[in-house]
């Protein structure tokens, strides 16, 4: 249990949490989405084992780092994660990346907080916060798509984020090319090892020997060096096929690019517009633009998630 | 305007109509979807000129087989047409097969009926059917893959029926092999034009010189020639890959394979199923199986719409 927050004049605000493979954002939210404070702490190691005294450590820091003069009365924490997620029981059913299987997570962040607790997924979170706070606000079919380390998806379609018992959004393991590398999924050719940042940089390094960032990659690509545009230039292709291949079977008319490679800006955009609008003959063009929150937006859905259940 | 239907102890019924390119396919249906009555008839070639007409005259002809003792009061009616959509006005927006743009399908049906009308998608409307009368039942998240002449598909997921402004759902334009054969729709290598009923035998004939329908080329694939066992195969291959992608970006874990190719029963459905198997790796399994309601889904889909606006 936390002390009880100070009464008084105070705001009520909920904790969010985004859990991370490497870093734990979060950020206390009030009921108009103000952010009173944020922090952004490494995660434990042993996160799967404790992940509630993690996350009430993480909101204990929070609510100090308020300043004197404003109090904040917490009354919920919302607590987003990789992986696949159960949401409506708050269960973490599995993740690759921090460790954890069947792991109960609401429970055990009800428990340290003396709380109401929500749990979401981070993608499928961060594009509902793009949807009521972001660059989505007023699309009903939107793809968000998080491209980094991996690629991550997360689809709002008729204006509801797509769950699938959990299982909806795994864009990065559509296969692209049957016949390309292998992937750890264990299929070959899947979106991820041909388009992610770390793909960029893997079919890179091992055509010139030289270890650069995706980033760098881009400045080269963007100055005109020949391998760099030609590896950049095949993961818009395969990013352009993915997009193309999302529209036509859902309607999507909106694609939003997140994650550390969006930070390219046009870069990456103009070339994968130009690409997918070469692509499409019948179906509706979506428009293809930069997420509006940045890597906010797991705990400003992680915000959402829990506003909406109070 | 119709007749009255006659008072007395008569059973509220709906007009459910599902217009085609070639028949439409008519039922009368009570609260309970008990079908009282149903009608299959060419459509006429100028559909798109007197599209209220044509409904009026196919309900009309309804009424008058329902056998005597039986008093039918008709409250409303869903129609349902292919292409693309709008459902919350009622319009056809496009439709090559049966030629119109922007048809005000809702006003017509209700001026000449005198009551109210919905209109809604064939395909969606037949996934909508399968789910509350047909073989989805139960399932939240579904895959619904008619396949005939054409390729059509409509997704179910999250529990509903994704309509995508009406551009959800053209699995026959998911692109499976860019170097493919082209398509009508200006793509290249549809999962259309490998693995619909038209594909298999223009692909048969293509090679054999022999004209035969898909039906035959199952029934030869499935006595083993090596012709119609090499076609068959190449379908299947085709049909798997739109499967896992499906599965993998959407989390469907149902499909629902209809149409006239689905009359093959087993002869396409097990070798669709280890296929599928050997490409997943991750991913939820899907079930595999056919849809319940055969090419009654159109006009009960119709009716549930009609239903549930009343």
Known sequence: MLPPSPSGATTEVVAAVDVGGTRI???LVDRSYTVLAQTTTPTPADIGADIGGAVAATVKALLESVPPGQAAQLVGCGVVVPGLVDEEDGIGIYSSNLGWRDLDIRAQVESFLGLPAVVGHDVRAGLLAESRLGAAGGHRQVLFMPLGTGIAGALLLDGSVVSGDGWAGELGH????????????????????????????????????????????????????????????????????AIVMTVTL????LVLVGGGLSQSGEVLLRPLRDDVAGRLTFQRPPTIQRAGLGDRAGSLGAACLIWDSL
Do not use: F, N
């Not at 030289?210 to 950049?232: F, H, K, N, T, Y």
């Open 174 to 241: 559509v296969v692209i090319d049957p016949s390309g590398p292998p992937c750890p999924c264990g299929q070959r050719g899947c979106l991820e090892v041909l388009a992610s940042a770390g793909a960029i940089e893997r079919i890179y390094r091992s055509q010139s020997h030289e270890r650069l960032s995706a980033e760098d990659i881009a400045a080269r690509a963007e100055a005109g060096e020949s391998l760099a545009s030609s590896v950049w230039a095949g993961a818009v292709r395969a990013l352009g096929q």
């Open 250 to 253: 859902t309607g999507v008319d």
């Open 25 to 27: 954002k979060a950020a």
